[in-house]
């Protein structure tokens, strides 16, 4: 009776590794065990065996639904030091991590100097997003920017804009910090026309509103994307210093007389709507 006992178990194994279930195959020792200590019945000893593998499998979902989105680095909310800038709301922050705001189709507009918290906010709103089986795009505005006139002198332009469209949440990083020609300030207004009311942009700027106009080298096309953005908007705007500075209060103190930062820190306030 040991002898088959011992068999099935090793055909269970074999088994396992025939299904290609590597979760399952690697807990089967630990669940047999406690089935013979008396601590989990032959059900739960199921149950716990088919969890195994399922949390593998969502694991790896996990993973390859992060490669594809192209996050830069992995941040979470648990790592946002709220007590280093204060003027950040965590009642705000923890409220859009519920994600209310994709199933509205409302964009976050985050503003503020360098080293603040903007792109470790974004993307820990993008990972929450990707945890909840949602589709995230993450690119500079540099990048995407490159890839549409890529598109465009490839001839594949209106895919490009198609499948941009859909990514349930698109993450537009650093708009204001490297020049944009013309042609590329026009292509993503296209991108942002196609998503505005249909999906969730997250948008981060170390410049203001005012600001955007020389961004883009077109006051009235950068009044009518503000405007879009705007219309179903949620604004953080993060006034305070450097976390990548928090040791160098006196480098700090240097650069808050520096030319390069903005004239004003953040931009104008509206609610979503
Ligand atoms: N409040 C914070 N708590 C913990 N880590 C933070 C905090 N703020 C920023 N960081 C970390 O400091 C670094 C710089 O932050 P981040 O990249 O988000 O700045 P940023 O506002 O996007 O700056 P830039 O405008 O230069 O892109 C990152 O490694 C980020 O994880
Ligand atoms: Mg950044």
Redesign the pocket.
């Known amino acids: 009776m040991k002898a088959t006992v011992s068999a099935l178990r090793d055909r269970l194994r074999t088994q396992l590794a025939d299904l290609k279930m590597p979760g399952a195959l690697e807990a089967i020792d630990g669940i047999l065990h406690q089935v013979d200590g008396g601590q989990l019945s032959p059900p739960a000893a199921m149950v716990a065996l088919l969890d195994a593998q399922i949390g593998l499998r969502n694991s790896r979902r996990l993973q390859t639904a992060m490669r594809s989105s192209r996050l830069p680095a992995i941040?979470t909310l648990a790592?946002?030091?709220?007590t280093?800038?204060p003027s950040v709301k965590r009642d705000q922050i923890d409220s859009l991590h519920s994600l209310g705001f994709l199933d509205r189709r409302e964009n976050i507009i985050l503003l503020?100097?360098?080293?603040?918290?903007?792109?470790?906010?974004a993307l820990s709103l993008a990972v929450a997003t990707v945890e909840s089986g949602r589709r995230v795009y993450y690119a500079t505005l540099a990048e995407l920017i490159a890839s549409l006139e890529e598109a465009q002198q490839a001839g594949t332009l209106q895919h490009r804009l198609k499948t941009l469209g859909f990514s349930t949440l698109m993450i537009v990083?650093?708009i204001g910090y490297l020049p944009i020609s013309r042609t590329g300030a026009m292509l993503f207004f296209q991108v942002m026309a196609r998503r505005y009311e249909r999906a969730s942009t997250i948008l981060?700027s170390?410049k203001t509103f005012e600001e955007w106009g020389e961004i883009f080298g077109d006051e009235v096309m950068a009044a009518a994307l503000i405007d879009r953005l705007l219309h179903h908007c949620h604004i953080v705007n993060?006034r305070g210093n450097s976390?990548?500075l928090r040791h160098h209060a006196d480098l700090r103190s240097a650069l808050r007389g520096a030319p390069a930062k903005p004239k004003e820190k953040g931009g104008r306030e509206a609610p979503a709507s």
């Open positions: 941040k790592d946002f030091d709220f280093f800038q503020g100097p360098p080293g603040v918290g903007k792109t470790h906010l990083d650093e981060t170390n993060i976390y990548r």
